[in-house]
């Protein structure tokens, strides 16, 4: 019988600030591993939104996207086909630019994330063994290339705030 293919949904943050970028540690079952603020959209959220709400649950900055860095794909395969062990994921990831906002002090960061850490980009290329996924560095590099495209390019239909509503 064939299933359905269904790529995860993220959204991510490029936060930069004074040359560094805003990145989270966070345990792994692969170990202690390096991301932009990233995550799955939750139901009822634009792209933008959620990006913007996984910044704040991950760095406890407030973040506000401005513009479409790029949508990018990436694929995780691990384990034997067949075994239960199996995972076989296709992200589909939306990145954003956009502007860093205040501080939460004493906001608990999502379960997993161990702190933030502002790095350099050269310091982020350095560390790619321990990057969570491998647009991390590709969505850095088109951010610093310049690549943004208008936040309108996304259109958000009722429906998806008020399921029925078609």
Not at 1 to 10: E, G, I, L
Not at 27 to 48: I, Q, V
Not at 142 to 163: E, I, K, T
């Amino acid at each position: 019988m064939s299933r359905r293919w269904k790529p995860n949904v993220t959204a991510a943050a490029l936060i930069e600030r004074d040359g560094r970028f805003l990145l989270v540690e966070e345990h792994t079952d692969r170990g202690l591993k390096l991301n932009t603020p990233a995550g799955h959209l939750d139901p009822g959220e634009s792209p933008a939104e959620g990006c913007a709400r996984e910044a704040l649950e991950e760095t406890a900055h407030h973040f506000t996207p401005t513009a479409l860095v790029g949508v990018y794909m990436a694929r995780f395969e691990r384990g034997t086909p067949g075994d239960e062990g199996e995972t076989d994921i296709t992200y589909l990831r939306f990145a954003f630019a956009g502007e860093l906002g205040a501080f939460e002090p004493g906001r608990a960061l999502d379960e997993g994330i161990v702190r933030t850490v502002w790095m350099t980009p050269d310091e982020i290329r350095a560390s790619v063994e321990r990057h969570r996924s491998p647009l991390l560095l590709r969505c850095m590099e088109d951010h610093l290339a310049g690549q943004r495209h208008p936040l309108d390019l996304f259109h958000v239909d009722p429906s998806v705030r008020s399921p029925g509503r078609a």
